[in-house]
């Protein structure tokens, strides 16, 4: 009953692949997210969709391209691998309000490791 | 210059202790101001929030924020070995969609 997931939680690949990473939510949330934490646990966010509508795109390559299919899910979609797309990837989830108690739900995280 | 800025540590106490937790930021349109806990290979966990200058206390934890100063901090007392984790920081403004900008982290070794 894990209130956000992603998969695969480790995933290890060569350069220049294509790889995905899945997440769903299970809270009714209308806000999804994808933030990228780097080697030194900066956390930065990346895109973030609200009822299947792109509504944050940070300055991010575009070989990452996110998808959302329905409002539970986001993946991620990342074209080319480079060695530094290394990082944890983290899917979050919450309401959509402006009010400050409005908490962002992450997942456990997806680890990437290009060689 | 970064717009949240937070000692990355590792800052190791011995158990029973206060830890002071901190951040400065830049960006005076911030208003929202959270702290989460990250325990290792794991997601980022909301421990407080708040959105006005002053304390707000949650048990062991205090959070304290001076927009004047533009600095926050956690202050948590009694500290416990299962408080051994990475502090991170986060705010944003008020309007427009939630976009979080943390802190670099501080890692937290509470030694029994």
């Known amino acids: 009953d894990t209130a956000v997931s992603q998969t695969p939680k480790y995933l290890v690949t060569q350069m220049g692949n294509d790889k995905s990473i899945k997440c769903e939510q299970n809270?009714?949330?209308?806000?999804m997210y994808w933030y990228k934490q780097d080697s030194k646990k900066f956390l930065k966010i990346m895109f973030s969709?609200?009822?299947?509508?792109?509504?944050i795109n940070e300055t991010v390559p575009n070989r990452f391209s996110p998808k959302s299919p329905d409002k539970a899910h986001l993946n991620l979609h990342i074209n080319s691998l480079e060695l530094g797309d290394s990082a944890v990837y983290f899917c979050?989830?919450?309401?959509?309000?402006?009010?400050?108690?409005?908490?962002?739900?992450f997942g456990e995280g997806s680890w990437l490791t290009v060689v | 210059q970064k717009e949240v800025e937070q000692d990355p540590g590792p800052l190791s106490v011995p158990e029973g202790a206060i830890v002071s937790l901190n951040c400065t930021y830049s960006?005076?349109?911030?208003?929202?101001f959270m702290w989460y806990r990250q325990y290792s290979r794991k997601g980022p966990e909301l421990l407080m929030y708040?959105?006005?200058?002053g304390n707000k206390e949650d048990g062991r934890f205090t959070a304290q924020v001076d927009k004047s100063s533009k600095y926050i901090s956690l202050f948590i007392r009694d500290s416990q070995p299962s408080d051994s984790a990475t502090y991170l920081c986060a705010m944003r403004i008020i309007a427009g969609a939630q976009k979080l900008v943390f802190g670099q982290g501080t890692r937290l070794t509470i030694n029994p």
């Open positions: 969709y609200n009822n299947k509508e792109l509504i």
């Open positions: 960006n005076s349109a911030f208003q929202y």
């Open positions: 809270l009714g949330h209308d806000t």
């Open positions: 708040t959105y006005s200058s």
């Open positions: 979050a989830s919450s309401q959509v309000s402006a009010g400050p108690g409005n908490t962002i739900y």
